[in-house]
């Protein structure tokens, strides 16, 4: 069986003893997406018994935490599918999120107690990013700061924490390859943010350039917003439904001061901070493989 596929069915297998038909039903009805979690897992650690629980657990409270984010931020989508929100109700979003994230933390506690620690850690994380994330939607934001401790704690602690515990398992050196996690993770969204703005709808499955209109500031916003003349003209188009005059303005001025590329080529400094801080160990090069998938996508 394909190892992506054995993950798979071991979330099943912890679903299927909560004895809850329902929880089955909406199970089926997600889509797994890339599982890039587990693939980092997977690289690191190998294939274990103790590495597919992990990939399953992180999976899941990945999976609960995008079910809460789509009742936060009213998504009828996901995935290019329609979210559990749009296809139930709210309720049902939160509820079963709730079901896939204590069930993770039930198999989480019987694991071994630094993944647990870091792992459990981490969703305070996450769920602090969130909150940020919407707090930094209120007022146009023009620290980087805020936005990359933002992305950090939303993104990328997963990430780290997946890459983390995947080397504990195995007794590697489980800084190197956090710091690779971080990184990866950070580098990540960044790119998330990127292509928002150079992707058309339909590769998206979502409106594009939907963040700005959302009041999300994200790296090339924060890029031109410091090299433009015209802030106030810019802050004036924050949250609005554009019209194409508008559109082409913002186009137009992230190619004339370099914002755009500018935040791809941060994203990609970042990425070869990750590539670093594991060149020596002897799977980078897969590491490196999971780095450039990401990386090199359409922009
Ligand atoms: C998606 O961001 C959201 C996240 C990555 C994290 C959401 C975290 C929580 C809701 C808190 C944790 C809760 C539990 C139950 C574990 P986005 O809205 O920028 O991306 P999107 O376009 O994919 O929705
Ligand atoms: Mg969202």
Redesign the pocket.
Known sequence: MEVLEQVKKKIYEFIEVCNYPKALELLEKLSTGKMLRSKLILKIAGLSEDSIKLCAVVEM??A???????V??E?DT?RGKPSINALYSDKTSIMF??I??SRAFTELSQMDKRVAYHISNT?TE??I??MM?VDLTLTFNTSYDKYLTMIYK??AS?IEASARSAAILVGLDSEKYALYGKNLGLAF?MI?DILDITQDSETLG?PAMLDFVEG?VTIPYLYLYERVEEKDYLKSLYKKELNSEELNWIKTKFKETNALNDSINEARKIGLEAINSIKDEKNSKDLVDIMKDMIEREF
């Open positions: 409270i990945h609960a935490s995008l079910l809460h984010d789509d936060i931020d998504a996901r999120g709730d896939l994230y969703v996450l769920s990013g969130e994330d939303k993104t997963l969204q998330d979502k999300k």
